[in-house]
């Protein structure tokens, strides 16, 4: 399977295949992420690393990435110093880097901005984060958690809580899991549902998802928990935000009622919706799912770099 | 005599075939009257062999290529017949292409696509009928075509 110069936009541009190919090889990738093995894999390589929203987690694992594959980054975490604050287009902006880099990686406030930016670069792509739309690194990660903590993705039963209808998070990740054939349950404000179209599209892949707002009843058969927090930024209306803020919180009381081996997750950053006395149960696992967004980062840098394999 | 309800044109165009309750969809995207100070004779809910349908003609009008491609957006079965001095000299059963590009506005006001960006609207076609198109910039399929149209 060759990834090289690929463009990595969003989930849907990938078959399963391809999918269980970069998470077979971002397993491969650990010893190098925890620093345990060194690499010079991508040395002389530039990744031009262009965050015009802010971003913690995102934005430091795939710089971390870069250079633990002895690469090296450039760029920018805020865009206020920049030319786009003169009125630049994002087009030349994205030309100009292509010239500076051998690969980029953009989050970006409009939706389909990485997919422009792809249509201006000649070198790959890879989208951090594109407004409310795509943000494909996330989602692989968070298969590749499920997968190394439960072994595999088919069958498991998981429940998407939260604000669904912002969140790209779980919408991208809906689609996905669905195409490991997951079992899905929506829980959500009735004002922030999933949308008829991401249940479409979970549909055509053969599963039904359950949606409902009862948390109690969804946690007791779950094997994944997966979080989100309400994004004030997403949404349109303050009135709207002020009315749903603090509908839902996951502690250790709500937990008591789930499967031993059930696994939170949430994307972070968390606010209120997870309970800080959860992070000590064996249940929370939304730190080291940060941290596989390393491995998985590494493993598409390598891969779209065409640097020799691991 | 029998008064005729619209009478034949001697030159322009016939849209025919127009989904019924579309025509005042389709003078819009063909920007009338702005663009016309010709006759144009609105039928709806016409009965055809087929059912209902609606029908539009424009005196001494004749359609282009990128209009044909308009309409097809809107009224996906619709014919286009231009008229010569009242003859039919050329028919065209509007088709719609798999990519649609620089016709309509994506609907979402934060794709990039409506940002000051070199680039024109691009949707993929994702289902010919009914109608259904996704941009290709944000993913996002527009609820009213029409609405956006160029």
Do not use: W
Request: aromatic residues 6%; glycine residues 4%.
């Amino acid at each position: 399977m060759n990834f090289k110069n690929r463009d990595i936009i969003s989930i849907k541009d990938f078959s399963k295949e391809e999918i269980d190919y970069i998470l077979d090889y971002a397993k491969r990738m650990i010893p190098y992420a925890n620093a345990e093995k060194h690499t010079t894999l991508l040395n002389q390589h530039i990744l031009a690393a262009l965050f015009f929203e802010p971003s913690t987690r995102t934005r430091l694992s795939f710089e971390s990435a870069m250079h633990r594959l002895g690469g090296n980054v450039i760029g920018f975490a805020d865009p206020s110093g920049t030319s786009q604050k003169k009125g630049e287009s994002l087009a030349d902006t994205i030309r100009m880097a292509d010239s500076y880099s051998d690969a980029i990686v953009i989050r970006h406030p409009q939706e389909g901005a990485a997919r422009l930016a792809a249509e201006f670069s000649e070198v790959p792509v890879l989208n951090a984060g594109d407004g409310a739309g795509q943000h494909p690194t996330q989602c692989l990660l968070d298969l590749f958690t499920i997968l190394t903590e439960k072994k595999k993705i088919k069958g498991n039963k998981v429940v998407l809580l939260g604000d669904l209808k912002y969140g790209r998070t779980v919408h991208s990740l809906a689609y996905a899991l669905s195409l490991f054939k997951a079992d899905l349950t929506f829980v959500s404000p009735e004002t922030l549902k999933m949308p008829k179209e991401v249940i479409n599209e979970c549909k055509e892949f053969g599963v039904e998802p359950v949606s409902t707002s009862n948390l109690e009843k969804a946690i007791k058969e779950a094997d994944v928990l997966y979080v989100t927090r309400i994004q004030k930024e997403r949404f349109p209306d303050a009135e709207e935000y002020n009315r749903v803020v603090g509908s839902y919180k996951v502690d250790n009381t709500l937990l008591q009622q789930a499967k031993q081996d059930l696994i939170v997750m949430h994307p972070l950053p968390r606010v209120v919706e997870i309970d800080p006395e959860v992070d000590k149960t064996k249940h929370a696992l939304y730190f080291k799912q940060a941290f596989n967004g390393l491995p998985v980062r590494m493993a598409l840098l390598s891969l779209i770099l065409g640097g020799k394999k691991l | 005599m029998k008064e005729l309800k619209v009478t034949p044109i001697k030159d322009g165009t016939v849209i025919d075939h127009i989904t019924p309750g579309h025509a005042l969809k389709v003078l819009h995207v063909l920007k009338i009257p702005e663009s016309t100070s010709s006759v144009v004779s609105i039928l709806m809910n016409v009965n055809g062999k087929k059912g209902k349908k609606d029908i539009v003609k424009i005196e001494n009008r004749e359609l282009d290529p990128k209009e044909l491609d308009k309409i097809a957006l809107i009224a996906p079965k619709a014919t286009i017949n231009i008229i010569r001095d009242y003859e039919v000299v050329k028919k065209h059963i509007v088709e719609l292409p798999n990519e649609v590009v620089g016709l309509t506005k994506c609907s979402n006001p934060t794709c990039i696509s409506n940002a000051r960006e070199p680039v024109e609207s691009r949707f993929h076609v994702i289902s010919k009928d009914p109608l259904r198109i996704k941009c290709y910039y944000c993913e996002r399929e527009p609820e009213d075509i029409a609405e956006g149209i160029i």
